[in-house]
């Protein structure tokens, strides 16, 4: 055995010690997470919520939010959750609430965070189609031209950091389904429609609004309660603030917004406000220091961070989402 997977082992053991009796059993290994479920009122849309932080042996891979629609002839999920183990939980919790068969799992962008529990409702979860925007494509074996996180690498480095629950049987899922730039289906009278706001966040990067209850699940695009995280060679600043105005000016404005991470809210303006005002102020930052050619460490320190640095992920991603920028603007600045 790999001394990381004994060390992993100790802190596992140390770290479920005082909650040992509400381990879950999956085919993937046991989860201690209670993963509560929600649910939007007045509609049959369910979600969970991920933990702060990057993905490690204590958050056991739960870092995104994930959700479903139940209707009269079958559920649509919205993204996976981050291991087999978590899309598995996610499974067995869509059975608590209906048996009726899983139709679709539309996938909001090709992260390692979103897709690896894809394994779960192929395998577990009578392998229903999977949906997401073209360029997720990119992911699985370079058949388009974008420039995605390095699957393989990711993957590698997961099975590491997220050992048991992501292993050598871990595997992803590709789409079977992919779409361009818009789409709607219906199922059981409701009516689904999904946008590509990417590249934003990731290449592929995809909304879904329910219809019929004003339901918008937002993916990456929209971050809530926490820093937003834009430090991936993929990530375009630009394209993601316009389709941040996209979502600002949708007629009627959704009443609910489920983000890729932290919390939903009722007030998708201010939430998507909120995620807009960082890039902004980032971007603001930077740009000034990359066109009076301020070295980044010095731009870094000299910036007022005190409006974010409380926020959860504000440690783990602030800086590197800074220098991200900072270099999008210095090459901007001698274009
Ligand atoms: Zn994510």
Known sequence: MNPKHIICYVILLSASFGSWASEIDTPYSASSLEMKLHKVEGAPVYYVIGLSGVPDAANEGHTSNAGFVVTDA????????????????????????????????????????????????????????????????????????????????RLAQRREALFPWVDERTHIVAPDHTFEDEMTFELGGVSFMLKHLGPAHAPADTIMLVKNYGVLFSGDVIYKGRVPFLDSPETDIKRWLRGLEYLAEMKPTPRYVIPGHGMPSEDVREAITTTRNYIDFVSDAMRKAAEDLVPFDEAYEATDWSAYKDMPAFKASNRGNAYRIFLEMEADAFK
């Open 74 to 153: 079958g559920v649509v999920v919205f993204d996976a959750l981050g291991t087999p183990a978590l899309g598995y939980r996610l499974l067995q919790r869509i059975r608590e609430v209906t048996d009726q068969p899983i139709k679709r799992v539309i996938v909001s962008h090709y992260h390692a965070d979103h897709v690896y529990g894809l394994q779960a409702f192929e395998e577990h979860g009578g392998d229903p189609s999977v949906w997401a925007q073209h360029l997720a494509l990119g992911y699985i074996g370079g058949t388009t031209d974008s420039q995605g996180e390095d699957a393989e690498r």
